[in-house]
């Protein structure tokens, strides 16, 4: 079949298959999967990342700081993310309902029902038959490995990119058939929305060039040279902007450096492919050291072997997915080990398109293994997934739940245990958190906090004050905003007698915690202690300002000071 044919074959397909045929098609796949997500409306967050993105984000809390995303890092004024359109997400969000996270669970599952219609679009628009589509759609929106995705809030930021990915590669495609320049527009358009929500997107131009290839699309150079422009344009401009945000973290330890992280992790794709193909050991803190590379081995295996068995291969489609899936997961690689070193499942969502790529090429879907028990395997499977599904969303329902899994999943991660120690504390089970602390620090001693409750939890009640005033003074360097190891300190200098030392640190914990009435309060007394009544005088006039309690026994004593 000529070249021209194929084409036009193509576009036929397109044709027949109308809008509303399609959307029947897919609606009940919708439903379904909505069903098997909808037990976690109910879920609160997990602190991880979720709380500092959600809540601590007070600057977007007015749609006319809409274009402040533009101009920040993802966790901080510098930061080594730059996802402007994610917290844009959750900026509107917050506007619409500030008490409750049910909204941002929904619009989590309304994005993965979006990009499961968008699957199911991209096959068709790549050729294939729609029970094909259907069938391909089907195990992405149902497939357990992209439950953190949909379970986990931030999760949103690889649906989010999927979506506008799958945006791009469809108005892509119907550029390059067409010469249309709406479709030129909208695929420029679906690409600055991709770039500006994960850093991933910068890879669509090199998965684009492959897509080329691999479909029998028109290769005009005026087209092709338009399109390249267009991404350059958008490049730059996105280069520009991070540019002013980041915060250098990811060459800081050199060049070279970074290319031993990316060697040694390179291992780590037979995790992810794995996970694709026997999606077992699922979990929302997974630790390289506590997985088996064997299931990836096999899946590998089993990969080759339907390859090798398949007739009349389409090489260039099957490299392709390949390519896809590589090139999508890559980026995870070249994240400072000190920022995340995790293999989190939710980095297989735009990637795991790939390998169903591949697979729409193999017996399973081209019609050399078809007969009438094909259907019933697919549905045991996709019920089978529903089931594992189901099973493991309750480890996202609270902060509790989630960081006990946590530990349990990777036990020597001194992160884990520390979250966990922290949860319990705010769940007033500070017995429980004692021994996790312990454990934290003991695994890594540069981690945040675990000296401070060692310190107040362990040492202190043992009447051991220099080791906890040692601990409290570490964790100051470690950590020189925490304002609870200052104060802290101030309350062991009080019961010494030593108020030069109390000024010292209620004066820092004043500066960074400066309406705090209690600090506030507690720094007045220590100045009275001292008889420096000029500093009382002042601090009692800005507490006046600041609408804070002056008690009576405090002003008459700042009287009676000569």
């Not at 202690?529 to 507490?543: D, G, S, T, Y």
């Amino acid at each position: 079949m000529s070249k021209d044919k194929k084409i036009n074959k193509q576009k036929e397909l397109i044709r027949t298959a109308s809008a509303s045929s399609l959307s029947w098609m897919i609606l009940p796949l919708l439903v379904v999967t909505f069903m098997v997500y909808a037990k976690s409306l109910g879920f609160f967050i997990t602190q991880l990342d979720d709380y500092i993105l959600i809540f601590e984000k007070e600057q977007f809390n007015k749609i006319t700081n809409i274009f402040k995303a533009f101009t920040v890092g993802t966790f901080g004024e510098k930061d080594i993310y730059y996802r402007p359109f994610l917290q844009i997400s959750f900026m509107i969000e917050q506007l619409v309902s500030k008490d409750s996270v049910a909204i941002y669970h929904f619009n989590n599952i309304l994005l993965h029902l979006i990009a499961v219609y968008l699957v199911f679009r991209l096959f068709i628009v790549m050729g294939k038959a729609t029970n094909t589509a259907w069938a391909l759609a089907s195990l992405f929106a149902l497939h357990p490995a992209l439950t953190m995705a949909v379970a986990w809030i931030p999760g949103r930021n690889d649906s989010l990119l999927t979506v506008f990915t799958l945006c791009f590669f469809i108005q892509l495609i119907r550029y390059l058939q067409s010469d249309n320049p709406k479709h030129l527009i909208l695929q420029g358009l679906f690409f600055f929305l991709a770039l500006f929500t994960k850093e991933t997107a910068f890879f669509i131009p090199f998965v684009s060039a492959g897509i080329i290839l691999a479909l029998p699309l028109p290769r005009k150079p005026k087209p092709l040279l338009q399109l390249a422009t267009v991404w350059v344009l958008i490049i730059g401009v996105w280069a520009l902007l991070k540019t002013n945000v980041s915060d250098n973290s990811l060459f800081k330890d050199g060049i070279m450096a970074q290319v031993y992280l990316i060697a040694e992790r390179m291992p780590r794709i037979l995790l992810y492919l794995g996970k694709v193909f026997i999606p077992v050991e699922l979990s929302n803190y997974p630790s390289a050291d506590n997985m088996t590379i064997w299931w990836g081995v096999i899946s590998l295996a089993l990969l080759a072997a339907l390859i090798i068995f398949t007739k009349n291969k389409n090489w260039l489609k099957i490299l392709f997915g390949m390519f896809w899936f590589i090139v999508f997961i890559i980026p995870f690689f070249f994240v400072p080990k000190g920022i995340n070193d995790q293999v989190f499942e939710h980095r297989l969502y735009l990637p795991l398109i790939g390998m169903l790529i591949v697979m729409s090429e193999s017996a399973l879907f081209n019609g050399q293994w078809r007969n009438e028990y094909n259907r019933y395997a697919l549905f045991a499977l996709l019920l089978f997934y529903s089931y594992q599904i189901y099973s493991y969303l309750p480890r996202f329902d609270n902060p509790i739940v989630f960081w006990e899994n946590a530990v349990k999943d990777s036990p020597n991660s001194s992160y884990a245990n520390n979250q966990l120690a922290a949860r319990y504390v705010n769940d007033k089970r500070k017995a429980e958190a004692l021994p996790l602390f312990i454990k934290a620090h003991n695994l890594n001693d540069a981690e945040p906090y675990c000296r401070f409750f060692i310190a107040r939890d362990y040492y202190l009640p043992k009447d051991s004050v220099d080791k906890a005033i040692q601990l409290l003074k570490e964790e100051i360097i470690l950590n020189p905003k925490y304002v609870e190891a200052y104060f802290e300190l101030s309350g062991i200098y009080f019961k010494q007698n030593n108020f030069n030392e109390v000024v010292v640190y209620l004066e820092k914990c004043k500066e960074l915690r400066p309406n705090d009435p209690l600090i506030n309060n507690n720094l007045l007394l220590t100045y009275i202690k001292l008889r420096q009544k000029q500093k009382a005088e002042q601090l009692v006039q800005f507490m006046n300002q600041q609408g804070i309690n002056v008690p009576q026994a405090a002003l008459y004593d700042i009287r009676a000071l000569e």
